[in-house]
């Protein structure tokens, strides 16, 4: 059960955490290090199931970064997970990696994952400010529009 504070801004912002998704393959969803946790890329997804498509040809930027913040909502639910339910241990969010389902001649990458990173910062003040990198991938699995991994440092 989360509590306290970032319990209470996710709920002002209208965001429930789904429960952490299992890991669709022969991997963990999150490796913890001393106080440091390791996230596997949270692909793009919501109650409707996954959001699939590719930037520069049938999504635009609006819906890339729509589908990047969902990611950023499934990696708090695996920090919740690695936190035992708690997720006011989350001390920062050090890094993420945005990978984005696009064609070749689209270069806005960096404003697909802002989706991502703008809602981190919203709901978690200066928690979730990061370092990043933002790239594009020919296609991603599932066909989803965005993954994203990050790195977090709890308590």
């Given at each position: 059960?989360?509590?306290?504070?970032?319990?209470?801004?996710?709920?002002?912002?209208?965001?429930?955490?789904?429960?952490?998704?299992?890991?669709?393959?022969?991997?963990?969803?999150?490796?913890?290090?001393?106080?440091?946790?390791?996230?596997?890329?949270?692909?793009?997804?919501?109650?409707?199931?996954?959001?699939?498509?590719?930037?520069?040809?049938?999504?635009?930027?609006?819906?890339?970064?729509?589908?990047?913040?969902?990611?950023?909502?499934?990696?708090?639910?695996q920090?919740?997970?690695?936190?035992?339910?708690?997720l006011?241990?989350?001390?920062?969010?050090?890094?993420?990696?945005?990978?984005?389902?696009?064609?070749?001649?689209?270069?806005d990458?960096?404003?697909?994952?802002?989706?991502?990173?703008?809602?981190?910062?919203?709901?978690?003040?200066?928690?979730?400010?990061?370092?990043r990198?933002?790239?594009?991938?020919?296609?991603?699995?599932?066909?989803?529009?965005?993954?994203?991994?990050?790195?977090?440092?709890?308590?």
């Amino acid at each position: 059960m989360m509590s306290g504070k970032i319990k209470a801004r996710l709920a002002e912002l209208g965001v429930e955490l789904p429960e952490a998704m299992a890991p669709a393959a022969n991997y963990v969803p999150f490796v913890t290090l001393g106080n440091i946790v390791y996230v596997s890329g949270q692909v793009s997804s919501g109650s409707d199931g996954l959001i699939v498509g590719k930037l520069g040809a049938d999504m635009d930027m609006l819906q890339g970064a729509a589908a990047a913040r969902s990611c950023a909502i499934n990696l708090l639910s695996q920090v919740q997970a690695a936190c035992g339910g708690d997720l006011d241990r989350l001390v920062r969010v050090v890094k993420l990696t945005g990978f984005v389902n696009s064609t070749g001649n689209f270069t806005d990458q960096p404003k697909v994952v802002n989706g991502a990173s703008d809602f981190l910062v919203e709901a978690l003040g200066e928690v979730g400010h990061h370092s990043r990198s933002a790239v594009s991938a020919a296609s991603l699995p599932f066909g989803v529009a965005v993954e994203i991994e990050g790195i977090f440092q709890i308590r």
